[in-house]
């Protein structure tokens, strides 16, 4: 029998179906339609829910259960990666460069996946949400070369992570590190990471079941927070001393 999912009105304002309605199978399958338009992503996201689709399909809008949530004081780094974080001279900065980490997102392999999610509408879409500041790019450089990064999209004190790239060994790892403990200093408590995979447990994700986690960003998404780039608030961070 073919899925019937609600289509969601022309109004970028107009609320989301309830997540709890969300299906299943495939898990989270929630809605179809509307556009991308800052609105309608900012509302989503504070409901906890994210699009997500690939060209040729129409606008699909997910929210899983259970979902895959990192305590920013309780991202781990092995050891080993950590004795190595001392050798390097790796830096970390925000918002300097995101359309140069979304790309490179959008171009990173990803197993088990033909293609690409971020498309060019998607690219538009978040670059357009970082212009107003609600979306964010953390870029980890090796002198001028990126060599890792991620981005996401902020409300009020919950980020919510849409993808992340290493282009040298552990780059990723490290722009995550580093976002973790700038939250954790300025109070913002989760990072969502969406759906779980073995590479995020090992870092220290926990799997929330959706109401735990729906009541969690309720609360945080409507505490007030300055909107705009973190280019300054956040610094520059040394890689090194996330070693510890």
Same mark, same amino acid.
């Given at each position: 029998?073919?899925?019937? &999912?609600?289509?969601?009105?022309? *109004? %970028? +304002?107009?609320? =989301?179906?309830?997540?709890?309605?969300? $299906?299943?199978?495939?898990?989270?399958?929630?809605?179809?339609?509307?556009?991308?338009?800052?609105?309608?992503?900012?509302?989503?996201?504070?409901?906890?829910?994210?699009?997500?689709?690939?060209?040729?399909?129409? &606008?699909?809008?997910?929210?899983? *259960? %259970? +979902?895959?949530? =990192?305590?920013?004081?309780?991202?781990? $780094?092995?050891?080993?990666?950590?004795?190595?974080?001392?050798?390097?001279?790796?830096?970390?900065?925000?918002?300097?460069?995101?359309?140069?980490?979304?790309?490179?997102?959008?171009?990173?392999?990803?197993?088990?996946?033909?293609?690409?999610?971020?498309?060019?509408?998607?690219?538009?879409?978040?670059?357009?949400?970082?212009?107003?500041?609600?979306?964010?790019?953390?870029?980890?450089?090796?002198?001028?070369?990126?060599?890792?990064?991620?981005?996401?999209?902020?409300?009020?004190?919950?980020?919510?992570?849409?993808?992340?790239?290493?282009?040298?060994?552990?780059?990723?790892?490290?722009?995550?590190?580093?976002?973790?403990?700038?939250?954790?200093?300025?109070?913002?408590?989760?990072?969502?990471?969406?759906?779980?995979?073995?590479?995020?447990?090992?870092?220290?994700?926990?799997?929330?079941?959706?109401?735990?986690?729906?009541?969690?960003?309720?609360?945080?998404?409507?505490?007030?927070?300055?909107?705009?780039?973190?280019?300054?608030?956040?610094?520059?961070?040394?890689?090194?001393?996330?070693?510890?």
């Amino acid at each position: 029998m073919p899925i019937r &999912l609600p289509e969601l009105p022309v *109004d %970028p +304002r107009a609320p =989301f179906p309830d997540p709890r309605t969300a $299906l299943r199978e495939p898990d989270g399958l929630l809605a179809m339609g509307g556009d991308l338009s800052p609105e309608r992503l900012v509302n989503a996201y504070a409901s906890g829910i994210f699009p997500w689709y690939a060209d040729g399909q129409p &606008l699909l809008w997910w929210s899983p *259960d %259970p +979902r895959t949530v =990192f305590r920013t004081d309780n991202v781990r $780094l092995s050891s080993r990666f950590r004795r190595t974080l001392r050798g390097l001279d790796w830096v970390v900065t925000a918002d300097t460069a995101f359309e140069e980490v979304i790309d490179a997102c959008a171009r990173q392999p990803r197993p088990g996946q033909p293609g690409t999610w971020i498309t060019d509408e998607m690219r538009t879409a978040y670059c357009g949400l970082h212009r107003l500041g609600h979306a964010h790019s953390i870029e980890v450089r090796a002198g001028a070369e990126l060599v890792g990064g991620l981005y996401g999209v902020a409300v009020g004190r919950m980020f919510f992570g849409e993808s992340m790239v290493s282009l040298a060994s552990g780059g990723s790892k490290v722009a995550l590190a580093a976002l973790a403990r700038r939250l954790h200093d300025w109070g913002w408590p989760l990072l969502d990471a969406q759906v779980e995979n073995r590479h995020l447990l090992s870092l220290g994700a926990e799997s929330w079941p959706r109401p735990q986690f729906l009541a969690a960003i309720h609360r945080l998404s409507g505490r007030p927070e300055p909107i705009g780039r973190w280019t300054e608030r956040f610094g520059e961070l040394p890689a090194a001393q996330l070693a510890g």
